[in-house]
């Protein structure tokens, strides 16, 4: 254990914050990537040339949900409300099941496809932001790469489930599997609760005034979160683009259901082994020898070589090779940068405004970036054509990376703990 602490430079107190934080998002991402293969077969099954009402349907969905999400946080103590929320999926998940059980049709597919969507953006910004509230920069800085290691354990063991047991069990009855995981997920999070309300100066209580409207106004007051909605909004776009010509590549290669969903599984597993790799022994020697600017244009810049070498060749390997690195570098790399970026700013931000930037402003992206795609594609025939499209629009990615990242280095941590009814010190208390 000693070893463990000094190879990802954890310390004593820090401990069971880092374990419990590990298992919870362990357990959740082992839910999603059980459910995940399933969704991604049913989107092409629908059609790729349908794909964007998918990401519309999506949009819609956040956009009907958020607002509700606003209301109960502002109603409701974390310590109760965000549990709840897990415990929710929960059942919705077991809901799915006896659907797909009795009455398998393809509205239900499109549903699940949507809900699916929601769900996994949902679970984990409401992750990174409980975490951020933890955490200070110069932490998260060192136990974000470890943590989020966690979370890609979780998507390697799914697969590995699905593998091994779907052949014995079936599909359907998987769901009831990643019910249960989602279940551990919020056990472990109900720990995290404890340790830091015993551990921390900062003791959580209380619901968080705002709403969704709340979190739209603290976004566009601060330059500083208009920056990061910008960056998020390219990183949706950018996403986009490459999900959409992956979908026409695989579907034109592959025209057996079990073919195409044989690929899905093995890209997750190689890009979820990379991750787990990067995360482990990389993300921490980047982030805190070579900096956050670094590593919130790394991934932008591997984008637009993936998009160039899609332009001049559209195989499955030069896409799986794409795929693998921009996937495994997001995760491991971007993501926690990303997240590091919450870190300094109020409780409100973290809770509302980065809940709208995570779900509706993320989802939007989403739903123009599929529209626009499908406009480009009816203009240009050819999917390289498109790649090359692409390019500019990851270089403008890489430069607003550059810009939030300098933003962060120069700004102060905003805690309005002493100001807000939400947080208080044990001192105070």
Known sequence: MSLIKRIFNIANEEWNLAVASFFYFFFMMSSYFILRPLRDEMGIRAGVENMQWLFTGTFGTMLLIVPIFGYMINKYPRQKLVPGIYIFFCLNILTFYFLFFYFDTPLISVVFFIWLSVFNLFVISIFWSFNSEIFTPEQAKRLYGPIAAGGSSGAIFGPIIITATVGHVGVTNLLLL???????????????MKHSQSQSERKIIGPIRGSIWEGVKLVVRSGYLRNIGLFILLYTSVSTFLYFEQAHIISSAFEVSEERAAYFGFRD????????????????????????????????IIASLGFLSLGLNQSIMVLLAVQVLYRSFNFSVQRPSREILFTKVSVQEKYNAKNFIDTALYRGGDAISGWLFTMISSLVSSLQVISFIAIPLSLAWAVTGFRIGKFFSSRSINLDYYESNDVVTKKSA
């Open 269 to 300: 597993l190689l890009v979820n082994i990379s991750t787990l790799f990067l995360q482990l022994f990389v993300t921490e020697r980047l982030l805190r020898k070579v900096g956050i600017i670094f590593c919130l244009t790394l991934v932008p």
């Open 178 to 192: 990643s019910a249960l995981f989602l279940l551990l997920a919020t056990h472990f999070l109900v720990q995290l």
